[in-house]
């Protein structure tokens, strides 16, 4: 709703916030403290979180309660054999999206707490994966430095790889027009796919930013893009010109 955002920390507490006033909507206390991704369902009504305890938490928000009341989970997804490292729900709340170190995404069915569909053809752990807006389709990204998309109506096989990489790729995204693909090797460089060509449009890179990059994230419009990287600063870059825009600096650390 462009109003509420989640975030989870290894204080062991998964918050939601108003963006606007700063204030806490919710406060669940986790079982487990190492987590490592958290997401928001479209509706408002879940989040969900996971992490090293192998496991999608998912709760179910009420309005009406305590914000700081503690929290049982609505449902457990229990199939990964590796730590959780991302997770995304559909936009109907029904199913969601993970990824984990064992080398595999799972589509789940939440209600009844199932594994609808496992995509295992990456060789390494898998970092990431973003949604197209159709929700039919989404992309991820593994340490074995291919990116794949999957088109979940067509089973488990991918319907294009994306190689060549010379690192491990921590993070992908999807522009809302489903043509770029920003994928975040943990060398130095963002690089550009068109999904329609299946060929690199452009890299971005600077003689100044010597470090990783952890996180990309696309503008509404898709005209920037923001990438994350280890010198605690977050980068702006143009996606048409390839020109860095601004750098945000505050951080102290990654």
Known sequence: DSKHLVSASQDGKLIVWHAFTTNKVAAIPLRSSWVMTCAFAPSGRFVACGGLDNLCSIYKLNPKADPIETKVAFRELAQHEGYLSCCRFLEDDREIITSSGDSTCILWDIETRTAKTVFSEHQGDVMS??????????????????????????????????????????????????????????????????????????????????????????????????????????????????????????????
């Not at 039919?136 to 088109?151: E, I, L, P, Q, R």
Request: glycine share 6%; aromatic share 12%; hydrophobic share 40%.
């Open 129 to 254: 994966v973003s949604l197209f807006d159709s929700r039919n389709v989404f992309v991820s990204g593994s340490c074995d430095a291919t990116a794949k998309v999957w088109d979940i109506r067509q089973g488990a096989s991918a319907v294009a790889t994306f190689s060549g990489h010379e690192s491990d790729i921590n993070s992908v995204a999807f522009s809302r027009t489903a043509v770029l693909l920003a994928l975040a090797p943990t060398t130095r460089l963002v690089v550009f796919f068109d999904m329609r060509s299946h060929r690199q449009l452009n890299v971005y890179s600077s003689d100044k930013i010597l470090c990783g990059i952890t996180s990309v994230s696309f503008s509404r419009s898709g005209k920037f893009f923001f990438a994350g990287y280890d010198d605690y600063n977050c980068y702006i870059w143009d996606t048409l010109s390839g020109s860095q825009a601004q750098q945000l600096a505050g951080h102290e650390n990654r």
